[in-house]
């Protein structure tokens, strides 16, 4: 008989028996004598201790509690268990001992179990099953991030000369009129302006035209930044994003990037922007290809070349690519313009152009990544669609 076991006038007698203040503490009522040791009695007095151990189980969660669980049931000297093993076990006759013992170890290992799945130290059956993974099923791709097609290609361009000893350099994209212009040798209403239209920052009528805002429309503008700040001898790359005011189609984009270079020192010559620019093209695109210059006009540079490379898709041999000609158009160069040392000798006097001379060049990164791998439509780079950008992760 158990009748009585948890006796609610004993409970209300018995001292807390742990100094935890916590809500859940547990506090034992003693276990009651046994009074009959057949299976039966047994089974149903062990069944409602392992009820009662796993009610008590269920509520757990706060490290505490989990600790006043343990006392409770395991506890040295009042745990329930200690109890049950001295009113049970050993009162038992020794005919019955044999089935309480069996009993008493199965209860033990269940406390135990619960014990360590309320401590964390093994997941519950529960748990387990809710974390159980389908291992046939296809898995998870993880995305690693990956250089832009025009990142990789600026970095391509500035490691090449880089390579030669240029350092790197950066500048705003929002410009004032006097850097990506006037010192750029545009004066106020010069037509050489128009090639070059960009959206401005309104509201500025009131300010000087040389301090007014706009989006730069070419990296030449940190050509003279550079120069301000640092006297000569200066070799120096500049990649950087531009605007144009352009109407959008397959090969323009009002929004592009340019990789600038220039070059300042004493005695440099044409050849060496020539040989320059002829082992750049060579390093980017293979040492196959030729260079040749043609002249042109940028109001910067004075005198002023386009540069062509052998076309890479047919080995100069005229295809639809390089419309027949065998040559493609790839970049503006020149010696730097006696004027813009002017202006840069306003700030640095040693740019004296009778005692220096120095070469520039600028590229457009988008043509080039388009030639590099094979793209038709500058408007993918920024599409931002994933089929494009995945063929370059
Ligand atoms: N800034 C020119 C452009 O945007 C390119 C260039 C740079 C030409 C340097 C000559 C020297 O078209």
Redesign the pocket.
């Known amino acids: 008989m158990v009748s009585g076991r948890f006796a609610r006038a004993k409970a209300r007698a018995a001292a807390p028996r742990s100094g935890l203040s916590c809500s859940l503490r547990m506090t034992n009522d003693p276990i009651p004598n046994l009074t009959a040791f057949d299976s039966a009695a047994l089974d149903k007095a062990f069944a409602a201790l392992k009820k009662q151990a796993q009610q008590d189980a269920a509520a757990l969660g706060a490290p505490e509690a989990v600790e006043a669980f343990r006392l409770k049931w395991l506890g040295r000297k009042q745990g329930l268990l200690n109890d049950v093993s001295s009113r049970w076990l050993k009162a038992a006759p020794a005919d019955a001992k044999k089935a309480v013992g069996e009993r008493f170890k199965k209860l033990k290992e269940l406390v135990e179990r619960l014990l360590d799945e309320a401590s964390g130290s093994g997941p519950s059956d529960a748990a387990l099953a809710a974390e159980a993974i389908d291992i046939t099923l296809p898995g998870t791709r993880r995305l690693t991030g990956a250089e832009h097609p025009i990142t990789r290609t600026m970095n391509e361009i500035v490691s090449v000369f880089a390579a030669l000893g240029y350092s790197v350099g950066v500048g705003p994209e929002v410009e004032t009129d006097y850097y990506n212009f006037e010192s750029?040798n545009f004066p106020p209403g010069h037509p050489a302006r128009d090639t070059?239209d960009t959206l401005v920052v309104a509201g500025q009528e009131r300010r000087p035209q040389r301090d007014r805002l706009l989006l730069r429309?070419?990296?030449?503008p940190v050509?003279m930044r550079t120069m301000e700040l640092e006297p000569p001898p200066v070799r120096i790359v500049i990649p950087g994003k531009?605007h144009r005011n352009e109407a959008d189609d397959a090969t323009h984009s009002s929004m592009f990037h340019?990789v600038?270079?220039?070059c300042v020192d004493t005695n440099i010559t044409f050849s060496d922007l020539k040989g320059t620019l002829d082992h750049a093209m060579k390093a980017l695109f293979g040492s196959s290809v030729k260079t040749r210059l043609f002249p042109?006009f940028?109001p910067?540079?004075e005198p002023?070349a386009d540069v062509q490379i052998s076309c890479i898709f047919c080995g100069g041999k005229g295809c639809r690519k390089c419309k027949q000609s065998g040559w493609i158009e790839l970049?503006?160069?020149?010696m730097?313009d006696p004027a813009v040392f002017a202006f840069a000798a306003e700030k640095q006097p040693a740019y004296d152009p009778k005692k220096i001379s120095g070469?520039?060049?600028?590229?457009?990164v988008e043509r080039i990544a388009m030639m590099k791998y094979g793209v038709s439509d500058i408007g993918q780079f920024f599409s931002g669609d994933m089929r494009f950008l995945w063929q370059f992760a």
Request: glycine share 18%; aromatic share 14%.
């Open positions: 750029m070059q429309t070419h990296t030449s050509q531009v340019q600038e270079g220039l042109s940028f910067f540079t002023s970049l503006g160069c020149g730097v070469f520039a060049f600028g590229m457009g």
